[in-house]
């Protein structure tokens, strides 16, 4: 589950949705590579246009270059109108039933960033590495109609991708830059990843010095995601991560607390939501 700032052409941008995309928009240069820049505060690492499309090809549809072969056709693909019908049904449900997923909405609509179904999720075929994204360039979230088929998967996506919608709407984040990547990045494996059973089913964690086990579990999966959506090396990475750790593991907003495997965590945080600001339907 990463981040990125791929042009969806396929997509109608809403006006009134983030003056943030026509502000980035009015700010790229005209050269005869406009049409594969998409952030002009680019990290360091990333100093041409192959690098700053890393991980791009993971979203073919965003590329507009999904074709399926026949032999994949064979293999099940080939059917993408009617596993896109069931995603985006799977994703309704979960917007109206999940405790999770309402708190997450009812926060971005407080911090004036609502929600709207057709606007800001799609459902599309990605690589088979990846389950979903978030494309910053259009404020859209990607779930992988492929590879994200249970509701219970799509509900991880949905968490997951909605923590980046929320940084980048209330925290103002630039995912150009490669120590605010690492914080989103920290937030969401911290809030929704790597409980205790979690990282036990991983391999990750062990019964011993369980606080520790939890960081380094919520380090690592910072680290992939990095390295998935930037072109750097693991050293980088763990640099970028370190230098924010501290602050951002510590922020446990708009959740309110470290979300545990088979508990009560996801509605205590959903009954608390009104106390801090976050009002969803159940409180009008």
Not at 1 to 8: A, E, G, I, L, P
Not at 44 to 49: F, G, L, Q
Not at 62 to 85: I, S
Request: charged share 30%; glycine share 4%; aromatic share 8%.
């Amino acid at each position: 589950m990463t981040v990125f700032n791929f042009v969806n052409k396929k997509v109608n941008e809403n006006p009134l949705d983030n003056n943030k995309v026509n502000e980035k928009k009015e700010s790229q240069t005209n050269d005869s590579n406009e049409n594969k820049k998409f952030d002009k505060n680019t990290s360091t690492t990333e100093d041409s246009v192959d690098n700053e499309n890393w991980g791009y090809d993971m979203y073919p549809e965003r590329r507009g270059t999904y074709k399926p072969t026949f032999l994949k056709k064979l293999f099940g693909e080939g059917r993408e109108e009617v596993d896109r019908l069931k995603c985006e049904g799977k994703v309704y449900k979960c917007l109206k039933t999940s405790p999770l997923i309402k708190l997450m909405t009812a926060a971005l609509k407080s911090s004036g960033c609502e929600i709207d179904i057709r606007r800001h999720i799609s459902c599309e075929v990605c690589d088979s590495s990846v389950t979903g994204g978030y494309d910053a360039e259009l404020n859209q979230i990607v779930i992988c109609q492929n590879t994200a088929r249970s509701k219970s998967k799509i509900q991880s996506v949905l968490a997951h991708e909605m923590i980046h919608m929320f940084d980048y709407c209330r925290n103002k984040v630039d995912f150009g830059n490669i120590d605010h990547l690492a914080c989103t990045e920290v937030r969401a494996a911290n809030l929704l990843h790597c409980s205790f059973m979690s990282a036990m089913i991983q391999g990750s964690a062990s019964p011993f010095h369980i606080k520790q086990a939890h960081q380094d579990c919520v380090k690592s999966l910072a680290k992939a995601s990095l390295m998935a959506v930037k072109n750097i090396t693991e050293e980088e990475a763990k640099m970028a991560i370190e230098k924010i750790f501290p602050m951002c593991y510590n922020d446990l907003e708009p959740i309110g607390r470290r979300i545990r495997r088979n508990s009560l965590d996801i509605n205590r945080a959903y009954m608390e939501a009104p106390l801090y600001g976050y009002l969803h339907d159940d409180n009008k």
